[in-house]
Each structure stands twice: as structure tokens, then as C-alpha cells.
């Protein structure tokens, strides 16, 4: 049978298994239940097993039934500090939310490593298993990496590849991917506008930063509109702004923070240089100070051609080529599996799963407390994570 034929005959207990972890969400780091969940479900096979140190981590290696290179597979485990309103019968009542699929992400990869398993002795080579908490801004695939999960199997992966959801967009089964960006890097940016403080009825005893810290906001927007080339675009968004504390008192200073992603390193350092450039120009121009905290967050999720393309050519054989798309452009997201793909060549896949009967263009999208996804498709991502490995160590072995 097909490793989608075997998917599908396992599907039942794929919804079970995302469907608990679903109603037991946990944050960051340290995920102890998911992580025992995790080991259970892949409790029987032939597989090395080693919990993380820093975080609950769990690296799964495969060994196959011939030698050969290795294929890393990655499936995130953490859920999102939001109350879920989804009204589902099996909905966190926690507070927190598997408002980004990561539920799925989770049970696909121990699908696959269940229809890996079954077929070991057709491996040449070793599949490693990368279960990781922390990908919701805590940096965890940098965590795994520093403790070693490149180096878990008896060679470092020749590729890897991971596979995210969408509730919204795409529709359900539809995969999708794309050669080169594939999601933008991202950082954070504390601006704080110093000034000198007065009374209200006399701003010319004062230096306001109010106004001063407005001006930047307006003048960033314009910075990225007549700078930055279109071609090689970049978003700047300023959500939070903070300063004062009655109507006729002007405070000392005011901060305003930024998030930036771009998907090149030209345009990174272009808009890092014209933020501080623009920032200390105003202050300047208004006899202000002004104190900037860069800090970069993620790199480019930065897809192989080669492998996109494998990746490509591998989803259509295994689900059907009406279930693969090119994506035209990149996402404007960040992703921490974007750590990996600097140190491995590989490639990151896309996956519609909107709910049965929702219009993709109006269901909400992942992060919203309403977001649903349709676990339908668990069967087939699992079908995708297991022949991704078993036909790269093929390629690699003929």
C-alpha cells in the first residue's frame, strides 16, 4: 500500500491524537505533557528517543534498514497564550489556544514517523524526527540546534523540510511551496524619544516627545514607501506607543515599539540604516534624544531551489498534482525553522486546511481565537512528511 493508503487507514486515530492535544495547549518551552503525549504515540517503534535539556524537546532518530545519508523532519509542538472562541467540542478551556495548527503539525510528523517505521527496511538511510516547542517567539529550533539535533543521527541531514498550516486562503489538501524566501525575517524595534518635561499650558519651557515620537512614527512609513525598492519590498508596523500620563503634563519621554521583516539582506540592512538614520534626524531637528534597541529575530526562511523543487515533484506523486501549487511570492510571517534551512539545504511546505464549507478568503486566519482547522488533512501530511524522506534518501542512494 501507498504511504497515503496507510495515512488514510490511520486517519481516525490522527484526529483523536490532535484533537487532545488540541484541548490541552501548552506555551514556550516547556510543553511536559505534549512532550509525553508525543512519546507515547511513538511508543513500539524502532526509534532512539532523547528529550530536549534547555526545553521539552524531543528528537526521534530512524534508523533505516541500509546505510545512507540522513533527512531531518520538523513538526513544532507550542500553542499561543489566546482564548479560543472556536465553540469546537474538543476546544481548549486553558485560555490558551493551538491557534496556529501547531496541534497538526505535531501529530502529522508522528503519523509519519509511524508509516517510516513501517517501512524501515526500504530506508537507505536515517530519518530524524524533530519535535520542537518554543517556535511562538521563543527561538526553539536555535535551542535544538545548539543541543545537537543536526548531529542526532550518525551524519548531519543532507535536507529538511517542514510543513505549516493555514486555516485561511488555501483550501484544504492544498500544498504549496516555492524556490528561494518563502517567509521574511523578522525584528523588533524599541524606539524611546527623550525629552524634557513640563506643564501642558507651556510647551515652549518643554521638549515634547509626543509629537517628536508622532513624527518618526509618520516619517518610517514614508521611509519604507520612497527607500525601499519595490521589487525587494519590506513592512514596518508600529503597535505599540506609549508615553504620558494626564492631558496636561508633557512626560519626560515616550516609546513606541516596531516589528520589521524583510526578505533579502540588502533590504534588512537598508531599513535597519534609514530607521536609525530617520529616528536621530528628528530627535536632532527637535533638541531631543532618542535611545533605538534593534533587535533581529529570525533570518529568512530561505527555501533550496533544488529541493523546493524536489519537494514539489514529491507532494504531486504522493497526493495527486490538483494538490500542489507554486507560491508566487513569499509570506511576510517569520518562522524559527528558518534556523535549520541556514545550516541544511531543504525546503518549507504550506498546507491548506480551512474548515469544510468556510470561504478561504474569509475564514479566519491562524492567531485569530477563532481559527479552525480542517484535520481532514492529517492523513495526507503525513503521507507528505514520510515519502519527503523516503524519496530523498532514494535520490541520494541511486
Not at 68 to 84: S, Y
Not at 223 to 237: K, S
Not at 377 to 396: I, K, M, P, S
Request: charged share 20%; net charge negative; aromatic share 6%.
Amino acid at each position: 500500500m501507498t504511504t497515503r493508503a496507510d495515512a488514510t487507514q490511520m486517519l481516525d486515530e490522527l484526529q483523536r491524537f490532535r484533537r487532545d492535544l488540541h484541548a490541552h495547549p501548552e506555551l514556550g518551552l516547556q510543553l511536559p505533557r505534549t512532550q509525553e503525549k508525543v512519546a507515547d504515540f511513538l511508543g513500539g517503534l524502532p526509534l532512539e528517543m532523547t528529550p530536549g535539556k534547555q526545553l521539552t524537546s524531543l528528537t526521534a532518530v530512524l534508523h533505516g534498514g541500509r546505510p545512507g545519508p540522513t533527512v531531518l523532519l520538523r513538526g513544532d509542538m507550542d500553542a499561543l497564550p489566546v482564548a479560543e472562541r472556536t465553540g469546537l467540542d474538543f476546544a481548549s478551556a486553558t485560555g490558551d489556544m493551538h491557534a496556529c495548527g501547531h496541534d497538526l503539525h505535531t501529530t502529522m510528523l508522528a503519523g509519519a514517523a509511524h508509516l517510516l517505521s513501517a517501512r524501515r527496511d526500504q530506508l537507505a538511510g536515517d530519518v530524524v524526527f524533530m519535535f520542537q516547542p518554543g517556535e511562538e517567539g521563543y527561538d526553539g529550533a536555535r535551542l535544538m540546534v545548539e543541543e545537537g539535533v543536526l548531529e542526532a543521527s550518525s551524519s548531519r541531514p543532507i535536507a529538511a523540510y517542514g510543513l505549516h498550516v493555514m486555516s485561511a486562503a488555501v483550501p484544504a489538501g492544498q500544498f504549496g511551496t516555492r524556490a528561494g524566501a518563502m517567509l521574511s525575517a523578522s525584528d523588533a524595534v524599541k524606539v524611546t524619544v527623550r525629552g524634557h518635561g513640563g506643564h501642558g499650558s507651556m510647551p515652549h519651557h518643554a521638549v515634547d516627545p509626543v509629537p517628536i515620537a508622532c513624527e518618526m512614527v509618520l516619517a518610517l512609513q514614508s521611509m519604507i514607501t520612497r527607500r525601499i525598492d519595490i521589487g525587494d519590498p519590506a513592512v514596518l508596523t508600529v503597535g505599540s506607543i506609549h508615553g504620558g500620563t494626564q492631558n496636561n503634563v508633557i512626560p519626560e519621554d515616550v516609546t513606541f515599539e516596531v516589528t520589521v521583516r524583510t526578505f533579502s539582506g540588502a533590504t534588512h540592512e537598508a531599513v535597519r540604516d534609514g530607521l536609525f538614520r530617520v529616528c536621530r534626524g528628528i530627535a536632532a531637528a527637535h533638541g531631543a534624544d532618542v535611545d533605538i534597541d534593534w533587535q533581529d529575530l529570525y533570518p529568512v526562511t530561505m527555501n533550496n531551489a533544488a529541493e523546493a523543487e524536489f519537494a514539489a515533484t514529491a507532494v504531486a506523486e504522493a497526493v495527486g498534482e490538483e494538490n500542489f501549487a507554486w507560491w508566487p511570492r513569499p509570506l511576510s510571517g517569520s518562522e524559527d525553522f528558518s534556523r535549520v534551512l541556514d545550516e541544511v539545504p531543504g525546503a518549507f511546505l504550506m498546507l491548506g486546511a480551512t474548515p469544510a464549507g468556510a470561504d478561504p478568503e474569509k475564514a479566519p486566519n491562524n492567531h485569530s481565537a477563532y481559527a479552525a482547522f480542517d484535520d481532514s488533512v492529517l492523513g495526507d501530511g503525513a503521507a507528505v512528511y514520510a515519502e519527503l524522506a523516503l524519496r530523498r534518501l532514494a535520490a541520494a542512494s541511486a
